[in-house]
């Protein structure tokens, strides 16, 4: 079956499922697999689901009018995302970056969809899978795009870039995430690097934080900027308040003026200034930008600001890389409270470097004085440090629940891997 055949069954119910389990009558299913997944085993049990065509790239052992045998299913679901992406004339815009991405693409969204239809990244789909599911949600009418890329080596984004075809670009910064992969921090730059690449190439438009001339240095060639930063830039912006919430002025737009989000830490600022600056390029009403980021309100443990009886909690458990790491523990340094408890899970895919970089973060907590302090799992159990030390999240919380809080700022940050969410279940 050709593209233009799978697009027409496609159009007929444009949604798409990898999954039987959330599979709907009418829908197309692509049958993936990878380490420990074969879609190919649910092609019948699909059919019985009246998918609309079924896409296999293995032989299910019977025939079918709506079985679709192709080399390759992943190939063929970034095909017919690719087609679909060629059948639009709106912005695309690709967010990618070490830290907060996830959170600039949100408050994105929530600025462009209170002016346009606007269709996003849903949660953090933002891998092979989840980019070409998402292009494929986006409906006909749509105004605007915003597509989140995740990557953990190089030559990830160029080729999501092959098939999202980003008109606008936007990278929020470079920090220690994913070492492993991309080996080192110059091999991060080239890789996120990879999106500015491609907008390049295409003569696209780019919005750039001027406070990092390490973006200046990787966006040399292209012609098309939009500057924000909190100097020397089309959008700026100050922090007037962070203990805990965020509070910005954008300095260079009375007509928004100050902005009091849901925010917590002061590292949020870029995120902020991104999404004010998207907004004004995209020509969305001041207040209405104003609106949109103060009614934002973050979820999915990431930053989180929430209150247990008389305690506070940031929970920010979802990623965690040195360079988040570093920023989480300084801004919740800076929070004035008597009571402070810091519980950090170990961070993941840093590779050699991994052992020196929890040594750097136990001795940056050093710094500081802290009512608790507790690492958690990972290479924090294979170094020296003066603080409480558990094995896992489940060890944790027992620990946690036991001490019985009243009136403390708690954090709890780590990779996803650890779990850290469940010391508060």
């Known amino acids: 079956m050709k593209k233009e055949q799978l697009y027409s069954i496609y159009k007929k119910n444009p949604s798409v499922q990898t999954d039987t389990r959330k599979l709907k009558p009418g829908d197309l299913f692509f049958a993936l697999k990878g380490a420990n997944f074969n879609g190919n085993l ?12 079924v896409i296999v790239d293995e032989d299910p052992g019977f025939e079918h009018p709506l079985l679709v045998k192709v080399d390759d299913s992943l190939k063929a679901l970034q095909g017919l995302a690719h087609h679909h992406r060629r059948q639009f004339s709106i912005p695309f815009l690709a967010i990618t970056g070490s830290n907060g991405k996830t959170t600039t693409k949100e408050l994105v969204h929530a600025v462009l969809s209170s002016h346009f239809k606007t269709s996003t990244t849903e949660g953090n789909l933002n891998n092979h899978i989840g980019i070409p599911l998402t292009i494929l949600k986006i409906p006909f009418d749509a105004e605007i795009a915003v597509i989140e890329m995740g990557a953990n080596h190089q030559r990830e984004i160029a080729s999501y870039c092959t098939y999202t075809e980003p008109t606008h ?54 012609h098309h900027k939009v500057t924000y930063g909190s100097a020397n830039a089309e959008t700026t912006g100050r922090i007037l308040e962070s203990d805990p919430l965020l509070q910005v002025e954008i300095t260079s737009n009375p007509e928004i003026g100050i902005i009091s989000t849901h925010l917590v830490g002061d590292y949020n600022l870029p995120n902020v200034l991104a999404a004010v600056s998207v907004g004004l390029y995209f020509k969305v009403p001041s207040q209405k930008i104003k609106s949109a980021i103060e009614s934002y309100i ?8 929430m209150e247990r009886g008389s305690n506070h909690i940031i929970l920010d458990a979802y990623n965690a890389n040195p360079s988040s790491m570093k920023l989480a523990i300084e801004n919740f340094a800076k929070l004035k409270a008597p009571n402070k408890t810091v519980l950090l899970g170990a961070m993941a895919e840093l590779g050699e470097e991994s052992i020196a970089e929890h040594k750097m973060l136990a001795e940056l907590l050093a710094q500081y004085k802290w009512h608790n302090v507790v690492l958690v799992g990972g290479d924090f159990l294979k170094i020296h440090h003066p603080f409480l030390s558990f094995a896992d999240s489940t060890e944790a919380k027992d620990w946690f629940t036991a001490r019985q809080f009243e009136n403390e700022y708690i954090l709890i940050k780590g990779s996803r891997s650890m779990k850290m969410e469940k010391i508060l279940e």
Do not use: C, W
């Open 169 to 222: 670009g936007l990278i929020n910064n470079v920090g220690k995430a994913h070492l492993e992969g991309f080996g080192g921090i110059e091999g991060v730059k080239k890789g996120k690097g990879e999106l500015y690449d491609f907008i390049r190439e295409t003569n696209g438009a780019i919005f750039i934080n001027t406070d990092f001339d390490y973006l200046q240095e990787m966006s040399r060639g292209i």
């Open 42 to 53: 649910f092609a019948k049990q699909a059919l019985e689901m009246e998918a609309s065509a």
């Open 298 to 305: 973050p979820s999915n443990s990431r930053s989180q600001m």
